[in-house]
């Protein structure tokens, strides 16, 4: 793969990291303010779970952000 493959995949992951951080975010907020957000035990359980895949996700993405930068270093 050239440098310009590795740079727009690059461009990709770092718009989904911060896409994704976001809704940690966002989706953290929503935990904390119990009246606006799921109120019953299943509902608050989902949301936790989405938290914790999302974060899955992005430890994932950071990962294949350090082996794109690294490419780029040798490329």
């Known amino acids: 793969m ?3 493959k590795y740079r727009e995949q690059l ?3 770092d718009a989904d990291l911060v896409r ?3 809704e940690v ?8 303010e119990r009246g606006a957000g799921p ?3 299943a509902e608050m359980s989902a ?8 974060e899955a996700l992005i430890e994932d993405l950071e990962l294949r952000r ?5 490419r780029l ?3």
């Open 47 to 54: 949301v936790i779970t989405q938290v914790e895949q999302q």
């Open 11 to 13: 461009e990709r992951v």
């Open 66 to 70: 350090e082996q794109l930068l690294r």
């Open 2 to 4: 050239n440098e310009l």
């Open 25 to 32: 975010v966002d989706m953290r907020r929503e935990i904390g």
């Open 20 to 22: 994704l951080r976001q």
């Open 39 to 41: 109120t019953d035990a």
């Open 73 to 75: 270093g040798q490329a």
